[in-house]
C-alpha cells in the first residue's frame, strides 16, 4: 500500500472523526462532544507530527533551529539596541555638553566683550553730552547771576557812596562854613570892622563840584551884589 495512500485515508478519518464531534456536541451536550473533538484535534496534531518526521527528517531540527535563530536575534537586536542607545546617548549627551558648554562660553565672553565696549562707547558720548550741555548751562546761569549780582552791588555800592560822599562834604561844608564865621567875627571884632555879611562869609565857603557847576551863575551873581552892597573900604 502506498504511503499517499494511507496519507489521504488518515486524513479522511481525522476529518469524520471532527464532524462526529460536532454532532455529539449537538446531541449529547456541550462538554462531550467539546471532549471528543478536542482528542481528536490532539491526535490529528501527533499524526502530522509523526508524518512530517517521516517525509522530512530535518523538520523538527530546522523549526527548532528557527525558532532559536529568531529568539536570539531578537534578544540579540533588542539587547545591542539597548546598550547602543545608551552609549551613544551618553556619548553624544557629554559631547554635547562639552561642545555646548564651551560654545557658550566663547558666545558668552563675546557678548561679554562686545557689550562692554557698546556700553562703555555710549555711556562716554552720553556722559560728554551731558557735562557738555550742563557746563553750558552753568556758565550762562553763573554770568546771568554774576552780572546782575554785579549790577546790584555796584547800584548799591555807588548810592553808598554817594550817600556818605554828600554826608561828608555836607559836614565839611558846614564845618568849614562856622570856621569861616567865626574867624570873621574875631576878625572884625579885633580890627574894628564892621561884621561880615552872610554873602561875604558865602564868598569864602568850599563849594562842592556839584554846587559849583550848578549854581556858578548864582554865586557870580551874589558876589557882585555884596560887592555893591559893601563900603569902599571894604571893597578894599
Known amino acids: 500500500m502506498k504511503a499517499s495512500r494511507v496519507d489521504a485515508i488518515v486524513d479522511i478519518a481525522y476529518g469524520l472523526t471532527i464532524f462526529v464531534a460536532i454532532v455529539l456536541i449537538l446531541e449529547l451536550g456541550t462538554q462531550v462532544g467539546v471532549a471528543f473533538g478536542l ?22 531540527t530546522q523549526e527548532v533551529t528557527q525558532k532559536v535563530s529568531e529568539e536570539v536575534e531578537e534578544t540579540v537586536s533588542e539587547t545591542v539596541s539597548e546598550e547602543v542607545e545608551q552609549t551613544v546617548t551618553e556619548t553624544v549627551s557629554e559631547e554635547v555638553e562639552q561642545t555646548v558648554s564651551k560654545e557658550v562660553d566663547q558666545v558668552s565672553d563675546t557678548v561679554t566683550e562686545k557689550v ?3 556700553v562703555e562707547e555710549t555711556v562716554s558720548e552720553t556722559v560728554s553730552e551731558e557735562v557738555d550741555k550742563v557746563s553750558e548751562e552753568v556758565t550762562e546761569e553763573v554770568e546771568e547771576t554774576v552780572s546782575e549780582t554785579v549790577s546790584e ?12 560822599v554828600t554826608e561828608k ?4 561844608v558846614e564845618q568849614t562854613v562856622e570856621q569861616t564865621v567865626a574867624e570873621g567875627v574875631d576878625a572884625g571884632d579885633e580890627a574894628g570892622e564892621k561884621p561880615r555879611t552872610e554873602a561875604e562869609t558865602a564868598e569864602d565857603e568850599p563849594e562842592t563840584e556839584d554846587e559849583s557847576e550848578a549854581d556858578g551863575g548864582t554865586a ?17
Open 220 to 236: 557870580d551873581d551874589a558876589d557882585d551884589e555884596s560887592d555893591n552892597g559893601r563900603d569902599p573900604e571894604d571893597r578894599k
Open 153 to 164: 552791588e555796584v547800584d548799591k555800592v555807588s548810592e553808598e557812596v554817594t550817600e556818605e
Open 116 to 118: 562692554s565696549e557698546e
Open 39 to 60: 482528542g481528536a484535534l490532539l491526535s490529528y496534531l501527533v499524526h502530522i507530527a509523526w508524518k512530517m518526521a517521516r517525509f522530512d527528517p530535518e523538520w523538527m
Open 169 to 172: 562834604v555836607t559836614e565839611e
